[in-house]
């Protein structure tokens, strides 16, 4: 196989990871966007009580025990979060 031939198959691969990748972090920032109530980048405890599967791994998604979920600490996660419906504070 020539050496150009490797080529399309690794920038198809890497572009492939570059979209999942972008579709991921911009998930994690939706979820904070909807959770994060004070607009502080972050969700607390409080804040994690409307989406009960964030609220249920709250403990693992925190790795510094800073009580503040960040966007950092949400990319690692190795577990895919349901899409729930957001409780609002009237229901």
Do not use: C, W
């Not at 490797?6 to 572009?15: E, K, L």
């Not at 109530?37 to 925190?62: C, N």
């Not at 960040?70 to 229901?91: G, H, N, R």
């Amino acid at each position: 196989m020539k050496k150009t031939n490797y080529i399309v198959p690794f920038v198809f691969i890497a572009a492939s990871m570059q979209l999942f990748i972008s579709a991921s972090v911009r998930a994690d920032n939706e979820l904070i966007e909807k959770l994060d109530l004070d607009k502080d980048g972050q969700i607390t405890i409080k804040e994690a009580v409307a989406h009960p599967a964030v609220l249920a791994l709250f403990g693992k998604i925190d790795t510094d025990g800073n009580g503040k979920i960040s966007s950092t600490e949400l990319a690692k996660i190795k577990v895919a979060l349901p899409e729930e419906k957001i409780m609002s504070k009237s229901e």
